[in-house]
């Protein structure tokens, strides 16, 4: 189940970041055009309804994994953290271009919430692992509610995460 949970919290992520560009850029490219008219009939609530319901697949994945993890995965979740830099700055950065025109800043602020919900999937698998330090006392407490309470903001998550992982080498 961790392997499973680790792709889909990138794999939401990644299409996230990837479905303004599927989006904007059909018209201009052949093949996205042809995905568009076959696949969805041009009606963009068809992807935006799949991926909101991967992403709500996996968020519900996320709390049972948090729940019943037996498994220590302090790597895993490490380099799902990782893996997903790139996607949060191309996220990021796709955010800032739709903020120039008045057309497509709710783009921006609807990207900048699939964002953080991914962040919060990801910090949801954080605190398990975080869980299991804490339960072979690699790991205080006060560190288990201090790393936690990081994994749910952006860039101390990955922090966090990486500092976890060398505590848990070390032991």
């Known amino acids: 189940m961790k392997k499973i949970i680790c792709t889909l919290n990138v794999l939401c992520l990644y299409l996230i970041t990837i479905f303004p560009f599927f989006t904007f850029l059909s018209s201009k490219v052949k093949f996205l055009d042809t995905i568009w008219e076959k696949v969805f009939d041009y009606n963009a609530y068809i992807p935006m309804g799949i991926l909101l319901g991967l992403v709500l697949i996996t968020f519900i994945l996320n709390i049972v994994f948090l729940i019943k993890n037996k498994d220590n995965n302090v790597k895993s979740n490490m380099i799902v953290k990782l893996v997903n830099i790139p996607a949060y700055i191309v996220l990021f950065l796709t955010s800032i271009a739709c903020l120039f025109t008045i ?38 407490k006060k560190e288990f509610i201090i790393y936690s309470i990081l994994s749910f903001i952006y860039i101390s998550d990955i922090v966090v995460s990486i500092i976890a992982y060398k505590k848990y080498k070390r032991e």
């Open 103 to 140: 057309f497509t800043f709710i783009i921006s602020f609807l990207l900048g919430i699939f964002g953080y919900i991914c962040l919060i999937m990801t910090g949801l698998y954080a605190i398990s692992s975080y869980k299991k330090l804490k339960d072979n006392n690699i790991i205080s």
